[in-house]
């Protein structure tokens, strides 16, 4: 009878242990600022955009530059130009600036759209990645600690920041 009586006791603890870890979600989060941060493909892609950047910031250089040194050659001239003369060349060099102006415009909204699709293709990577990490590690939920308070306290126990990005940039690094 005893050993009837501890073979139900058994079977019922391991099925409230079983039950309670089946009803219990697996979850973790992650410091998403630290996962872009340091993920090795947002330091490739933000060395591209800086390439990029260069090249415009060259063009706008020699823009500048260019239409300073005809407003240094008009300003030479200027004293012994005749009022129709003088009157031309300002309405050209306004036409000038103003040209340059709008492609230096025209370049900075480029870098912007340049910068967000960047930043979207990383995030679409990690997000990815981190979709099938939570399903191969049995994960239930996986959330973003951000700064703006969606997460605001959690315990290290809970944290798997470093485990995802060491994945994340070996699997970048494999590709």
């Known amino acids: 009878m005893k050993n009837i009586i501890v073979v139900v006791i058994l079977v019922v603890i391991g099925g409230v242990v079983i039950w309670n870890r089946m009803s219990i979600p697996k979850v973790a989060f992650v410091q998403t600022l630290t996962l872009v941060d340091q993920y090795k493909g947002m330091d490739e892609a933000r060395l591209e955009y800086q390439k990029k950047k260069a090249v415009r910031d060259s063009e706008i250089d020699s823009l500048r530059i ?8 008009y300003k030479q001239m200027e004293p012994d130009m005749r009022d129709d003369e003088r009157l031309q060349n300002e309405q050209y060099l306004q036409l000038l600036q103003q040209s340059f102006y709008q492609r ?20 679409e990577q990690i997000n990815s990645f981190s979709v099938q990490y939570g399903k191969e590690n049995g994960y239930n939920i996986i959330l973003g600690a951000a700064m ?28």
Do not use: R
């Open 148 to 175: 703006d308070g969606t997460i605001l306290y959690g315990d290290d126990a809970y944290d798997i920041t470093e485990e995802v990005l060491e994945q994340l940039n070996s699997k970048y690094e494999d590709n």
């Open 66 to 73: 260019m239409v300073q040194s005809k407003i240094d050659v």
């Open 104 to 123: 230096a415009q025209e370049l900075e909204a480029l870098a912007m759209e340049e910068d967000e699709k960047m930043t979207m293709a990383v995030l």
